[in-house]
């Protein structure tokens, strides 16, 4: 079972950009952005196959943008004019998600 560990989050004002990176322990294959916002379901926001094709929660399309590095098993998410909606503890894992793979996630918060 791969495991991943995020890091890069922080807070900062509406309009930054923080970059969150993600380092998986074995081969990744179709893998994606989750967050969870407090009293809310976890959700994808940002995917990617193995080939590179993306898909993106309508929220955040235009402003994240995801790419991976298979050589480094690692996982990226640029997050471009922050809002305060995006706050939130954001994990990587796989597509659909593997019950076993959640790391500890990173906290993103976002403040006017």
């Known amino acids: 079972q791969v495991r991943f560990v995020e890091s890069g989050g922080g807070s900062v004002q509406s309009g930054g950009s923080l970059r969150l990176s993600c380092v998986a322990s074995g081969t990744m294959f179709g893998v994606a952005w989750y967050r969870q916002a407090p009293g809310k379901q976890r959700i994808s926001v940002a995917l990617?196959?193995?080939?590179?094709?993306?898909n993106y929660a309508d929220s955040v399309r235009g402003r994240f943008t995801i790419s991976r590095d298979d050589a480094r098993n690692m996982l990226f998410l640029q997050m471009d004019n922050l809002k305060p909606e995006d706050t939130a503890v954001y994990y990587c894992n796989e597509v659909p998600w593997a019950s076993d793979s959640w790391g500890q996630g990173t906290q993103v918060t976002v403040f006017s």
């Open positions: 990617i196959s193995k080939t590179g094709n993306t």
